[in-house]
């Protein structure tokens, strides 16, 4: 039965341990929520219109470095544009100064010579390396040669009756070469059509 005693007085001194636990917990929650309310009280009394100033002071500081933001963009924007319409055709002009020299070497020696068939091959290689130049930057020649008409790339001048119906509606001459850019027709050719 001394066991029995001993197991007894062990839960009832248990019982009470858990009892002082709950006091202790009890205590610790009575006192979180004393500080919720009080921080609830605090928000209650302040002036609704002071909370209400509060959030239009930062709505307003948010807006700001919105406009302020947007503003150095716009501004950036346009600082760029400006640059590329300034300097958009240095590429190009850079690629044709090579040219530029080749012809004027050729004009110092053209002073040289009186042979007309080597001042005919200088030329013809200066074009030559200037269409290179040309198609490196994208440009292409707009092909005519036994094309049918198309009014988005040729540009009719004439109208030729009387060259059969195999011809009609065709290119029959090239007056003026069309270039394109990047397939954008910068100049349309002009062409004489068959009618």
């Not at 190009?92 to 004027?104: G, R």
């Not at 040309?134 to 005519?144: A, C, F, R, S």
């Amino acid at each position: 039965m001394s066991e029995e005693k001993l197991n007894k007085e062990e839960e009832e001194f248990e019982a009470d341990n858990t009892s002082e636990e709950t006091l202790e917990d009890k205590e610790v929650n009575n006192s979180e929520a004393e500080e919720q309310e009080a921080k609830a009280e605090e928000a209650e009394e302040k002036d609704p219109l002071e909370v209400a100033q509060e959030q239009i002071a930062d709505l307003k500081d948010k807006y700001l470095r919105s406009v302020a933001e947007f503003d150095n963009y716009r501004k950036r924007t346009i600082k760029e544009r400006a640059d590329l319409i300034l300097n958009g055709g240095e590429k190009t002009i850079t690629a044709l100064l090579p040219v530029i020299d080749d012809m004027e070497r050729a004009i110092a020696n053209g002073e040289k010579t009186d042979d007309p068939q080597v001042l005919r091959e200088g030329m013809e290689l200066i074009y030559h390396k200037m269409m290179k130049v040309l198609e490196g930057l994208g440009v292409q020649k707009i092909e005519t040669e036994d094309a049918d008409f198309d009014t988005d790339v040729h540009d009719a001048v004439a109208m030729v009756p009387g060259m059969g119906d195999d011809k009609k509606g065709k290119v029959i001459d090239c007056l003026t070469t069309g270039y394109k850019l990047n397939d954008k027709v910068i100049r349309h050719a002009k062409v004489a059509v068959g009618q």
